[in-house]
């Protein structure tokens, strides 16, 4: 009778080990656990894991990692337990419209800064305008991942 219980548990012990080995094999999906609003910096608690039913597979376009997600920014509104676009996030902006931005131009071992003023939100390499704020200029700069815009060659 003993031994019979040990083989039950053992049996039992082996389903549950295989179910687990199933689950890990399916795609498991994030979705929003709550309404993530535009301009709203994605966070993990605001998430959870979804496994999806056996023979579903992820769409393309979808984020399905967190990495995809780390520090990403909402573009529209993210509703509950919906897949979530890779095309309905952007990167957090360095440099913000309207704030002063140290701006720098090397050539060789020339360097100059200036302070000027974003016209423009970006992050990391994009193409932002920004105005000199002594001479008034307006120029053209690509920022930099420390949140500076380099210009020049």
Do not use: H
């Not at 040990?6 to 687990?20: K, S």
């Amino acid at each position: 009778m003993i031994r019979q219980a040990f083989r039950i548990m053992a049996l039992v012990a082996g389903l549950a080990a295989g179910v687990v080995g199933l689950a890990a094999a399916e795609d498991v999906v994030l979705v929003p656990n709550r309404t993530i609003y535009v301009g709203e910096t994605v966070s993990q608690s605001a998430l959870r894991e979804v496994v999806l039913k056996p023979g579903k597979r992820i769409p393309d376009g979808v984020a399905f990692r967190f990495e995809d997600l780390d520090g990403k920014v909402a573009r529209r509104t993210l509703l509950p337990a919906r897949y979530i676009p890779v095309s309905s996030l952007r990167e957090a902006w360095l440099v913000e419209q309207g704030a002063p931005v140290q701006v720098l131009f090397e050539a060789g071992s020339l360097k100059i800064t200036v302070t000027a003023m974003c016209l423009q939100s970006g992050s990391a390499g994009d193409l932002v305008k920004v105005r000199n704020m002594d001479s008034g200029k307006v120029f053209s700069g690509v920022v930099a991942n420390d949140g500076t815009v380099r210009v020049g060659t």
